[in-house]
């Protein structure tokens, strides 16, 4: 049996190249085209775990279900301090009534956000221990 995002892939995805056209054309996108992108990052951001793992891994991973309200709630830190680093970002999530996360939760978070180009990368400072992080803000 084919799921969806196959399904998708096989009719609309566009290729690289309709992909340069689509950056300096976005509005000739089709519908079709939207539908097997957004298939496509929906399937990246599902928690998964390696085949090699073990079945506590993907138990574990199936546990974790939609990650969309964490997601939005590392977003609202982002936009409510305006740029800051990983460090940063954790205290800020820290100081606010949030749902609960890990440190790894939240920099996983984080990088999906970027991945989804709701976030980008603004600067760099360093970390009070003469090394250089990435400071974020949002897209």
């Given at each position: 049996?084919?799921?969806?995002?196959e399904?998708?892939?096989?009719?609309?995805?566009?290729?690289?190249?309709?992909?340069?056209?689509?950056?300096?054309?976005?509005?000739?996108?089709?519908a079709?085209?939207?539908?097997?992108?957004?298939?496509?990052?929906?399937?990246?951001?599902?928690?998964?775990?390696?085949?090699?793992?073990?079945?506590?891994s993907?138990?574990a991973?199936?546990s974790?279900?939609?990650?969309?309200?964490?997601?939005?709630?590392v977003?609202?830190?982002?936009?409510?301090i305006?740029?800051?680093?990983?460090?940063?970002?954790?205290?800020?999530?820290r100081?606010?009534?949030?749902?609960e996360?890990?440190?790894?939760?939240?920099?996983?978070?984080?990088?999906?956000?970027?991945?989804?180009?709701?976030?980008?990368q603004?600067?760099d400072?360093e970390?009070g221990?003469?090394r250089?992080c990435i400071?974020w803000?949002v897209?």
């Amino acid at each position: 049996m084919i799921t969806r995002l196959e399904h998708a892939l096989q009719i609309a995805m566009p290729s690289p190249q309709r992909l340069v056209e689509l950056q300096r054309r976005p509005w000739d996108v089709e519908a079709a085209e939207v539908e097997a992108m957004a298939a496509w990052i929906q399937d990246r951001l599902q928690p998964r775990a390696r085949n090699t793992d073990p079945t506590t891994s993907a138990d574990a991973a199936a546990s974790i279900g939609d990650m969309t309200a964490k997601r939005q709630a590392v977003l609202d830190v982002l936009r409510h301090i305006g740029t800051a680093t990983d460090a940063g970002i954790i205290d800020a999530y820290r100081a606010m009534s949030l749902p609960e996360q890990s440190e790894s939760g939240i920099r996983s978070r984080r990088h999906e956000l970027h991945l989804l180009g709701l976030i980008r990368q603004v600067g760099d400072a360093e970390n009070g221990r003469g090394r250089r992080c990435i400071v974020w803000g949002v897209a």
